[in-house]
Nanobody, 115 residues
Framework: QAQLVESGGGLVQPGGSLRLSCAAS????????LRWYRQAPDKERELVAA????????NYADSVKGRFTISRDNAKNTVYLQMNSLKPEDTAVYYC????????WGQGTQVTVSS
């Protein structure tokens, strides 16, 4: 059974950093592109960052370019999102997504940026 489990969320002050992790199991991790989405209250879910299954190419939303970095460790079946210079507008529930012939979602982890 495919499963994605996020961790690493929490409360951080503006300007701070967090690293989110998403551990995968139950499917062939290396075949899947990986994405991080976020959803703030009363807003639609938005794509934050993506990393390809092969080659490691990445893409970012304009709002996080230069501050967030997505990476994957295929040996650990884990995808990461390093978030630096966090802003209050980054506050949201963050979800990881694995996509190829199927699409799998994690349960989400809350990130709150506040002083």
């Amino acid at each position: 059974q495919a499963q994605l489990v996020e961790s690493g969320g929490g409360l951080v002050q503006p300007g701070g950093s967090l690293r989110l992790s998403c551990a995968a199991s139950g499917f062939t991790f290396t075949n899947y592109a990986l994405r991080w989405y976020r959803q703030a209250p009363d807003k639609e879910r938005e794509l934050v960052a993506a990393i390809a299954s092969v080659g490691g190419s990445t893409n970012y939303a304009d709002s996080v370019k230069g501050r967030f970095t997505i990476s994957r460790d295929n040996a650990k079946n884990t995808v990461y999102l390093q978030m630096n210079s966090l802003k209050p507008e980054d506050t949201a529930v963050y979800y990881c997504n694995a996509i190829w012939v199927a699409s799998y979602w994690g349960q989400g982890t809350q990130v709150t940026v506040s002083s």
